[in-house]
């Protein structure tokens, strides 16, 4: 559609939902959303009975709302789809963070004194990437190699540039062809097994220490952690994540003495070195043997220094909505068929997109899912997780926040306050679409103050 004919059409939609009659209602569930870009339509009901005689005390239904539905945020956690639901989770999850290091939200505030580290996890180098590195604020030659060789493609493997931090070439392969763009989406394709069977080494390794076996671990020690993924700008996942010892069942009990942040920090050094995951051989490449880089970081968080719960907190819930898009690729699951040519995609992410679409044909590598996880650069986990005994979760954090919301609800009149005991309560939902037509996209975000716009839009 030409840009003036589709503003024509956004300003008449507009037009139309101010002088509709149920504006006001339209722009309260608006205000309700906090501003989503992309709202969740729901149509149905609620009854609310009562237990003793099955009398309908009250029903709520959606068909006297403005288009018939109720429009809920998207809750989504990447700020490349909805900044305002992404903020919502950044939030959470830094409270959820900062709790299991200091107390707060039902996790006791002795937490605090139990020993925890901010580790970061990367991978290994898999070909020289134009980066970006300062000493004293300057940035400083890439890579600069004197006599440098020349790579059989004929590229020299030095840069002198001094990249500054937006630097569109940083993470771009100093030459492509020699780049290991397998060996790159296989690591991120196996990134969770290889935490996994981390986090499983370093148990080992800490009931080495207590002089236990692993399976009464347990009954003494808690190795309790919350990661979040980060991509590199080459387009390979790292972890960030805080490492805690607590006692049996998690927070409320302290460790065992001996299990100190020494201790800790041993059997993580140990752990990271020790771990591998194995591709399998395929078509004539041999069995491939991936583990985690050399770089290795431990940093214990103290509440005065360099690095305080609240820069820890902060850092994990940054990166929790963020994804792959940072580097360039798409946050939508790409068809096989599609054309990638059709889609703006850097020449690395596109070259990374590719090679686990060619890699998901190998029958030996069908369990990687290659395809289905090709936009995400292979990597298949979640962005953010928890073990079970890190602090609250995340839907508590949310009840806690829709209970105030709903409370504001009640007392507004929109729906009475029922004592669960005594009332039934049957909802009964559809889903009805999603997102708002034009016109309603810019009222909704001048009534919100939020921003409009965004890689994909609509
Ligand atoms: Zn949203
Ligand atoms: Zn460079
Ligand atoms: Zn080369």
């Known amino acids: 559609m030409p840009t003036t004919h589709a503003t024509a059409h956004a300003k008449a939609g507009m037009i139309a939902r101010l002088n509709s009659p149920d504006y006001d209602r339209w722009a309260g569930q608006i205000r309700a959303t906090g501003g989503c870009r992309q709202p969740i339509h729901l149509r149905g009901k609620i009854d609310h009975y009562d ?167 347990r009954h003494h020690l808690t190795l309790s952690f919350a990661k979040v993924a980060e991509y590199q700008r080459r387009g390979v996942v790292h972890f960030h994540a805080v490492i805690r010892l607590d006692g049996p069942g998690g927070p409320t009990a302290p460790p065992p003495p001996w299990a100190t942040q020494e201790a800790l920090t041993e059997a993580i050094n140990h752990a990271a070195k020790a771990v591998t995951a194995k591709v399998p051989a395929y078509a004539d490449h041999p069995e491939r043997t991936l583990r985690w880089g050399d770089q290795l970081d431990i940093r214990p968080i103290t509440m005065n220094g360099d690095l305080t719960d609240q820069t820890v907190a902060g850092y994990i819930a940054k990166y929790a909505t963020k994804a792959a898009e940072c580097v360039g690729t798409l946050d939508h699951r790409i068809n096989p068929l599609d054309n990638l040519e059709a889609y703006n995609l850097r020449a690395h992410a596109r070259r990374l997109i590719t090679t686990c679409l060619q890699l998901s044909k190998e029958p030996a590598l069908a369990d990687l899912r290659l395809a289905d996880w090709a936009h995400m650069l292979g990597f298949r986990g979640h962005f953010s997780t928890r073990s079970r ?70």
């Open 389 to 458: 005994h890190y602090s609250t979760t995340l839907g508590d954090i949310r009840a806690d926040r829709e209970h105030h919301a709903r409370t504001e609800d009640i007392t507004t009149g929109r729906l009475p306050l029922f004592d669960d005991d005594t009332v039934l309560v049957i909802a009964e939902w559809h889903y009805a679409g999603k997102g708002h037509p034009p016109g309603d996209q810019l009222l909704a975000a001048a009534l919100t103050g939020t921003r409009l716009g965004g890689a994909h839009d609509l």
């Open 51 to 217: 237990r003793a005689t099955g009398r309908l005390l009250h029903r709520y239904t959606t068909k006297h709302e403005p288009d018939g539905v109720l429009r809920i945020p998207c809750k989504t956690r990447r700020a490349s789809r909805c900044p305002t639901c992404a903020e919502t989770y950044r939030a959470d999850t830094y409270h959820l963070i900062r709790a299991g290091l200091v107390g707060g939200k039902g996790v006791p505030e002795t937490v605090a004194t139990h020993p925890t580290l901010f580790i970061t996890l990367t991978a290994p180098s898999f070909g020289a990437v134009h980066t970006h590195h300062e000493r004293n604020g300057k940035p400083q030659p890439c890579h600069p190699r004197r006599n440098a060789r020349t790579c059989p493609h004929g590229m020299v493997m030095s840069c002198t540039a001094r990249h500054s931090k937006n630097d569109p070439r940083l993470g771009e392969p100093l030459c492509p062809d020699c780049y290991d763009y397998t060996g790159t989406v296989l690591f991120n394709a196996l990134a969770p097994l290889l935490w996994k069977r981390f986090a499983d080494s370093a148990r080992r390794h800490l009931a080495k220490q207590g002089g236990l076996p692993l399976k009464d671990l």
